[in-house]
């Protein structure tokens, strides 16, 4: 899968743990993860953590940025 799709559903994975209530499962299937262990490993791999402990603390991802993986060259 690209990148640049990855850090986009990861980015949209950390919004919907730290506003919602949906279990990783269900994030898991609304983002098309094709399960919770492949949402989990790629989190783990792009952000650090494993998702189930952001549910726990919200502050852990508070320096993760997507333009951090981006390399954005204007001009």
């Known amino acids: 899968m690209p990148q640049f799709k990855i850090l986009?559903?990861?980015n949209?994975?950390?919004q919907l743990i730290?506003?919602?209530?949906?279990?990783l499962a269900?994030?898991?299937?609304?983002?098309?993860?094709s399960?919770?262990?492949h949402l989990t490993r790629e989190f783990k791999n792009?952000?650090?953590?494993?998702?189930?402990?952001?549910k726990k603390?919200?502050?852990?991802?508070?320096?993760w940025n997507i333009y951090d993986f981006?390399?954005?060259n204007i001009g």
Request: zero cysteines; aromatic letters at 4%.
């Open 46 to 54: 792009k952000v650090g953590i494993v998702p189930s402990k952001l």
């Open 35 to 37: 399960d919770q262990a």
């Open 12 to 14: 949209r994975v950390i």
């Open 57 to 63: 603390n919200p502050y852990l991802v508070q320096n």
């Open 18 to 23: 730290m506003t919602t209530n949906l279990s």
């Open 70 to 72: 981006i390399n954005i």
């Open 26 to 33: 269900v994030i898991a299937n609304t983002l098309n993860f």
């Open 8 to 10: 986009i559903k990861i």
